[in-house]
């Protein structure tokens, strides 16, 4: 298998680098966090002037038409440049379920926004008791005469706040954990009945917990099979994984970069204490930790795009337990060889900690999915 960039991938990445250098250091990224929902709209318009939130989308659609390795190009550099812009939220969960999934009044009612960056989404999944089985859905939709009327809560929608529509798992008929019975709705997010509470999670990102009480939406605002949707939920939720692995890619990559660079300058007994053998075999354990993660993302990249469920979840899973190995070693590594320092907030390296924990518990922690490899047989 090739595993060299073909041209274009080449240049988009040149490209995708240079803006983030432009745009994105990191005292630029505490001024974004500090914007309305913790993320800027002149750095999201860039990213649509530079056809990033176009990327994966077919060129009939107005998109560029590209696949799961471009995702993976962009979400890698996301992640070395620790990007707050609700990118996962948006393109690849809320453009994932239009693309598999969508009539196509549904994407051109919605694509085009997304496209050039005036509309944001944001997934309504996760409940109280839910974690991370997605077929444990109470939100409850009944049919109402030409529409649905939904009531129920979700905890911790990514960029609920500020989106401009939610997608929100609902369950049609049956019982609480049943395969069958779940839909996919597409909810305006200023919808009458919805009540939001944000909050800042670890990473500084921004969530909020969303309520629904007899929320009103039309019988259109169903993607797929109102009464059978949980295969569309599991396709985009891995390939939000398989983006999340490559995002956790380039936090470990900047995170061995970072220390690597720390160790040549801080000295102590008068030399810098990247001289010390016992250090440097501890850096030489986290480059071969993150290269095992490297080829575990670009693995998931690959089986993102197959359309055997059962072959994909394997693969994904199986991702999914390295990198969230992988994160905690170089995680915890990082931060102890920085000494007191990494455990402050003016030290970039207790960021990319937080956002590799985040990551980890996105869609399935590493014990979850062990236990998925497990009962496939497929070794992690």
Same mark, same amino acid.
């Given at each position: 298998?090739?595993?060299?960039?073909?041209?274009?991938?080449?240049?988009?990445?040149?490209?995708?680098?240079?803006?983030?250098?432009?745009?994105?250091?990191?005292?630029?990224?505490?001024?974004?966090?500090?914007?309305?929902?913790?993320?800027?709209?002149?750095?999201?318009?860039?990213?649509?002037?530079?056809?990033?939130?176009?990327?994966?989308?077919?060129?009939?659609?107005?998109?560029?038409?590209?696949?799961?390795?471009?995702?993976?190009?962009?979400?890698?550099?996301?992640?070395?440049?620790?990007?707050?812009?609700?990118?996962?939220?948006?393109?690849?969960?809320?453009?994932?379920?239009?693309?598999?999934?969508?009539?196509?009044? /549904?994407?051109?009612?919605?694509?085009?926004?997304?496209?050039?960056?005036?509309?944001?989404?944001?997934?309504?999944?996760?409940?109280?008791?839910?974690?991370?089985?997605?077929?444990?859905?109470?939100?409850?939709?009944?049919?109402?005469?030409?529409?649905?009327?939904?009531?129920?809560?979700?905890?911790?929608?990514?960029?609920?706040?500020?989106?401009?529509?939610?997608?929100?798992?609902?369950?049609?008929?049956?019982?609480?954990?049943?395969?069958?019975?779940?839909?996919?709705?597409?909810?305006?997010?200023?919808?009458?009945?919805?009540?939001?509470?944000?909050?800042?999670?670890?990473?500084?990102?921004?969530?909020?917990?969303?309520?629904?009480?007899?929320?009103?939406?039309?019988?259109?605002?169903?993607?797929?099979?109102?009464?059978?949707?949980?295969?569309?939920?599991?396709?985009?939720?891995?390939?939000?994984?398989?983006?999340?692995?490559?995002?956790?890619?380039?936090?470990?990559?900047?995170?061995?970069?970072?220390?690597?660079?720390?160790?040549?300058?801080?000295?102590?007994?008068?030399?810098?204490?990247?001289?010390?053998?016992?250090? +440097?075999?501890?850096?030489?354990?986290?480059?071969?930790?993150?290269? /095992?993660?490297?080829?575990?993302?670009?693995?998931?990249?690959?089986?993102?795009?197959?359309?055997?469920?059962?072959?994909?979840?394997?693969?994904?899973?199986?991702?999914?337990?390295?990198?969230?190995?992988?994160?905690?070693?170089?995680?915890?590594?990082?931060? +102890?060889?920085?000494?007191?320092?990494?455990?402050?907030?003016?030290?970039?390296?207790?960021?990319?900690?937080?956002?590799?924990?985040?990551?980890?518990?996105?869609?399935?922690?590493?014990?979850?999915?062990?236990?998925?490899?497990?009962?496939?047989?497929?070794?992690?």
């Amino acid at each position: 298998m090739d595993f060299n960039l073909s041209e274009e991938q080449r240049l988009l990445k040149e490209s995708v680098d240079g803006l983030l250098t432009d745009v994105y250091a990191f005292d630029q990224r505490k001024k974004y966090l500090k914007e309305k929902g913790g993320w800027s709209r002149v750095v999201w318009s860039r990213f649509a002037q530079q056809g990033l939130l176009g990327l994966p989308f077919a060129e009939a659609d107005g998109g560029f038409g590209g696949g799961g390795v471009e995702t993976m190009i962009l979400m890698e550099a996301f992640g070395r440049a620790l990007v707050v812009e609700p990118y996962l939220a948006t393109v690849v969960i809320g453009g994932g379920f239009l693309r598999h999934g969508g009539s196509n009044v /549904q994407k051109a009612a919605h694509l085009p926004g997304i496209i050039d960056g005036s509309k944001t989404f944001g997934f309504a999944q996760l409940e109280k008791n839910s974690r991370y089985d997605l077929n444990d859905v109470t939100t409850f939709a009944k049919k109402s005469g030409d529409g649905w009327v939904i009531d129920g809560e979700k905890f911790v929608v990514l960029n609920g706040e500020n989106a401009d529509t939610l997608i929100v798992t609902v369950r049609t008929k049956g019982a609480q954990r049943d395969s069958s019975g779940i839909a996919v709705l597409l909810v305006p997010a200023d919808a009458r009945g919805i009540s939001k509470k944000s909050y800042l999670t670890q990473d500084g990102l921004h969530a909020a917990d969303v309520s629904f009480t007899s929320v009103e939406v039309a019988r259109a605002a169903a993607i797929g099979d109102p009464e059978n949707a949980l295969p569309l939920v599991e396709r985009v939720a891995d390939d939000a994984r398989a983006a999340l692995c490559a995002e956790a890619v380039g936090l470990m990559d900047e995170s061995l970069k970072a220390t690597v660079d720390y160790m040549k300058t801080r000295k102590q007994f008068g030399v810098p204490i990247g001289s010390f053998q016992s250090l +440097q075999h501890r850096a030489a354990d986290m480059f071969v930790v993150l290269e /095992q993660a490297r080829s575990m993302s670009m693995y998931a990249t690959m089986a993102a795009d197959i359309d055997n469920a059962a072959e994909r979840a394997k693969a994904v899973a199986a991702a999914k337990v390295q990198i969230g190995r992988s994160g905690k070693f170089i995680g915890q590594q990082s931060i +102890q060889l920085h000494g007191g320092i990494g455990m402050t907030m003016a030290a970039k390296i207790g960021h990319y900690f937080k956002r590799l924990t985040m990551i980890e518990h996105t869609f399935g922690d590493a014990d979850y999915h062990l236990r998925r490899v497990s009962e496939t047989g497929v070794l992690a």
